[in-house]
Structures are given as structure tokens and as C-alpha cells.
């Protein structure tokens, strides 16, 4: 089975400024990675995954993840948050045959 | 990407009563899949609803509380039964994406339960 931590339940951050949302799995087969974002009083949108190839992978809005096998990690990054980012976002990680487990979330609140 | 509709969107209901939700899929898809969202907290897996065969519910949730109905490929849905404020979250229809599996979720219906 596999499971995933996010270690932060909260990140606020200042426009403009850096952030890393950090998340941790676990799992004893190869595993699938995706972050999901949800704004205000919506669904889950997917942002980006990762399912093999290159472990840098980037979403369409400059959100990139990079799967650190060794670690155990798959960390969400963005170099210049904007206030629109702010949401909740989550890790979630699947083997191959088995359901999508997800982390509790991090909320990101970006400050003017 | 699959477009995904539910219904109701939000509802408020009474102890002891049920409401069924339904969700709407634009493509014929093998698995949908039920997740609740409670209150400030993550998303947990319900039951896959498997299209001319019973679902298959994770540990913690029963047919008899949380009845699905999977009648053709691109409908389902849930039934939350004799619904108590414990039940009271937003439940999450989604699918499968065709490579590898990622989820595609709908808006979400929105319970409260008085």
C-alpha cells in the first residue's frame, strides 16, 4: 500500500516570492506522483504529474515537481507566486494497480 | 480529459433522511470512482463503481450506508443513507484518465446535514 505525507498544513507566502510545498511517500513498488490544486469552493484540478521519464516535471500556470526517488519525495515548487495561486493543494500517489491515495493538503495563502 | 457533471451542487438535509447524488460523465469510461472531502480535510475513497457488477467499497464504508448504482458507462450514483452532521462533507465523483490512471474530478456536491 502506499501513503503520502505532506509535511505542511498551512504555507503562507508573500507575492512574488518563492515556495515549495513539500511531500513525501511511501511505497514498496514503483509509483505513480500527482499534484492537484483546488481554489475556493471548487473541484480537484490536476497540475501536473509524474509517471516516468525525466523526474523535472513543470504544469502550464510555472509549477514544477521533481520526483526524488531516494527521498522518497515529490516537492511542488514556484519560483514568483501570484495571489491567484492561492488554493489547497495535493499530493497523491498510486502503484500501478491500485486506487490514488492522497495527503491531507497544504493550503497556500499567498499575502499582498 | 473527461467533463464531469454533478447533481445537486449543494443541498441541505435533515438527520435520518437520504439524498442520492448523481454524476454525468461525456465519455464512456470503465471505472468512476466516489470520494468524500470532510471538513479540512483530504479526499478519501468511497467505493469504485464498476459498470454490471456490484461495487467494491474500502475499508470503513458499507453498501447499506452508501449504496451505488453504476447503470451504463458514463453514469453513476451514490446514495449517502439515514444521513447524520457526521456525514455532512462533499462528495466527489471522478474517473480515470486512459494512460496510467490519473483522476479527473467533478465540482463536487456539497452536504450538509442538520
Known amino acids: 500500500a502506499q501513503s503520502v505525507t505532506q509535511l505542511d498544513s498551512q504555507v503562507p507566502v508573500f507575492e512574488e516570492a518563492p515556495v515549495e510545498l513539500r511531500c513525501n511517500y511511501s511505497?514498496?513498488?514503483?509509483?505513480?506522483l500527482f499534484w492537484y490544486v483546488q481554489y475556493p469552493n471548487q473541484g480537484l484540478q490536476l497540475l501536473l504529474k509524474?509517471?516516468?521519464?525525466?523526474?523535472l516535471v513543470e504544469s502550464i500556470n510555472g509549477f514544477e515537481a521533481e520526483f526524488n526517488k531516494s527521498q522518497t519525495s515529490f516537492h511542488l515548487r514556484k519560483p514568483s507566486v501570484h495571489i491567484s495561486d492561492t488554493a489547497e493543494y495535493f499530493c497523491?500517489?498510486?502503484?500501478?494497480?491500485?486506487?490514488?491515495?492522497f495527503g491531507k493538503g497544504t493550503r497556500l495563502s499567498v499575502i499582498a | 480529459s473527461a467533463v464531469i457533471s454533478q447533481k445537486p451542487s449543494r443541498d441541505i438535509c435533515q438527520r435520518g433522511t437520504s439524498l442520492t447524488i448523481q454524476c454525468q460523465v461525456d465519455?464512456?469510461?470503465?471505472?468512476m470512482f466516489w470520494y468524500r472531502q470532510q471538513p479540512g480535510q483530504s479526499l478519501t475513497l468511497i467505493a469504485t463503481?464498476?459498470?454490471?457488477?456490484?461495487?467494491?467499497?474500502e475499508s470503513g464504508f458499507v453498501i447499506d450506508k452508501f449504496p451505488i448504482s453504476r447503470p451504463n458507462l458514463t453514469f453513476s450514483t451514490l446514495t449517502v443513507s439515514n444521513m447524520s452532521p457526521e456525514d455532512s462533507s462533499i462528495y466527489l465523483c471522478?474517473?480515470?484518465?486512459?494512460?496510467?490512471?490519473?483522476?479527473?474530478f467533478g465540482e463536487g456536491s456539497r452536504l450538509t446535514v442538520l
Open positions: 471522478s474517473v480515470a484518465g486512459l494512460v496510467t490512471g490519473e483522476l479527473f
Open positions: 511505497s514498496s513498488v514503483s509509483v505513480y
Open positions: 509524474y509517471l516516468s521519464g525525466s523526474t
Open positions: 497523491a500517489v498510486r502503484g500501478p494497480h491500485t486506487p490514488l491515495v
Open positions: 465519455s464512456q469510461v470503465t471505472m
Open positions: 463503481a464498476n459498470q454490471g457488477s456490484e461495487a467494491t467499497y
